[in-house]
């Protein structure tokens, strides 16, 4: 997921720039869900990237979606709305 692009870390950091969104209303975009199932599909690890800190706990459902690694980074970030 993305890092200093994510919308929460442009927001929180008051800056003017473009940003990738990877939810609305707390819900995952399903473009997003589409990347957590290719990630479940292919046994790989779903890092977090600098989602905010509600969004970070099971990223909405990965381990029920089928990911089996989860990095979770700088979760301490407040979500910014």
């Known amino acids: 997921m993305p890092t200093f692009d994510n919308e ?26 589409q990347v957590i199932d290719i990630v479940a599909k292919h046994q790989l690890t779903l890092e977090t990237g600098h989602s905010s800190a ?15 690694h989860i990095v979770v980074t700088h979760a301490m970030a407040p979500e910014i709305e």
Request: glycine share 12%; net charge positive.
């Open 54 to 68: 509600g969004m970070d706990t099971d990223h909405s459902g990965s381990r029920r979606r089928g990911v089996q």
């Open 8 to 33: 929460n870390q442009v927001k929180y950091s008051k800056e003017n720039r473009p940003f990738v969104s990877v939810s609305k209303g707390g819900q995952l975009l399903p473009e997003v869900l």
